[in-house]
């Protein structure tokens, strides 16, 4: 929480310091919008602070995002977010700024949402006997946003990089293709969040380009990779899967019912490449796994293991 | 005996102002020219290092020497705290060194301007300030020269001269 504080200006922070310590320690969201109360999201919860967000407040706070050089953000300016120190995620919204019709810039920026990063280690230990079994599985992780898709995938990664002793498991070569800096939280290239020690991450690299560069450049055993969606991406899965790599991939959706309708993951589907599908939904806590299935879609039971969270 | 000591005190001091006056003609040349290619190398900071501006203005201060040097100090140490803006920390900075420099009111104003601009942009529109600011600092610097051609020496024998008429009136 240090490294959010850090950045925000002294008038948020000090609103938000008063706070309860359980308020704060579930607080997944702030946000700020300029001539608008402030605005956080804790457990799920919206609540607004009885504090006007001011023209300098936003002033000051793209002042510690950018460290007062705006040209140093250009590239996080284009996509719409910046990450910082922690690995937290701050998304901007604005005046966009054109260049031959595609987004060039924000400005004028009036809103920032602070997405506040937990790592919740262990998320996915309960998972590891179904998808390991002499080697790692072909995995799709389904989910709809907000589920804690990303949680679980980042603890495989962190389980496959760093192996698991007590269950047999060596440690495998990971590689990451993190578009969205958002599995690895990385600044300048080095990853916030623990990942293990034997991981290699393209941050922010377009996913089908990067699959492949890793595997030529890499040669990870095992290539993580956060939402496929996109026309390109199901020709690198392709590739990728019959390249001797496996995969642990995540897609959005509710179930494997109902992304066998998505086009583009149906032609995935129809290669049947994946060997388990993990279907994550948000339950009592973001996270809960509702069902592990098997190749031809069949229920796989959840050990009792350790209660994640 | 008093005469002739007084007499060379009269000769000492007006010849010393006259060469302190000429030093503020060869001074603003060379500051100016420290000026531009610190300028030069900001923009490489900001074109291929994408170095923010803090980081960038501590590597120029150990670059330059005094007392420009002391500006991008000032200027970096003001830029610690996040309740300022670029354009407050550089004027402020620019007002605290400003006596220690030889440089003219016109050149201020150039600075200034630059200044509201400093991180604002992206890097392309950074980089023509840059070199739109440069482009004054030149034209500054063509005049300084002529200036320090035309007057330097001048003021220099202009300086013990008038000493020795002093001396000459009051013998």
Known sequence: MDSVFSILPRNIGDQLRVLPEAVQDCMEEIRVRIARPLEIMAGGEPHFLPYVVTYEDSDQ??????????????????????????????????????????????????????????????????????????????????????????????????????????????????????????????????????????VDILDSCPKAEGMMMLIRSMSPDVLVVDEIGRKEDTEAVLEAANAGIKLIITTHGNSLEEIRKRPIIQRILDEHIFERFVEVTRGAAPGTISTVRDASGKELRLGTGAAYV | MFKVIGAAFILLATTWSGFEIARGFTERPRQLRQLKSSLQALEAEIMYGHTPLRDASLKLSKQLPQPLSLFFTAFASKMENNETTVRDAWTESLQEVWKSLSLKQSEYEILVQFGETLGRHDRMSQQKQIILTLTHLEREEKEALDRQSKYEKMIKSLGFLSGLLLIIILL
């Open chain 1, 61 to 198: 706070l793209l002042n510690a995002l950018s460290q007062f050089s705006l040209y140093t953000i250009e590239e996080e300016l284009r996509r719409g977010y910046v990450t910082i120190e922690g690995g937290h995620r701050v998304g901007l919204a604005g005046k966009v700024v054109l260049e031959n019709s595609s987004v060039k810039a924000i400005r004028d920026i009036s809103s920032f949402n602070i997405r506040i990063a937990r790592q919740k280690i262990g998320a996915a230990e309960r998972l590891v006997p179904l998808l390991f079994d002499g080697s790692w599985k072909h995995t799709l992780l389904i989910g709809a946003p907000q589920t804690g898709k990303t949680t679980l995938l980042r603890d495989i990664a962190r389980i496959v990089s760093s192996g698991m002793d007590s269950k047999g498991i060596g440690s495998r070569k990971v590689g990451i293709v993190d578009e969205r800096s958002e599995i690895a939280g990385c600044v300048r290239g080095i990853p916030q969040l623990e990942l293990g020690p034997r």
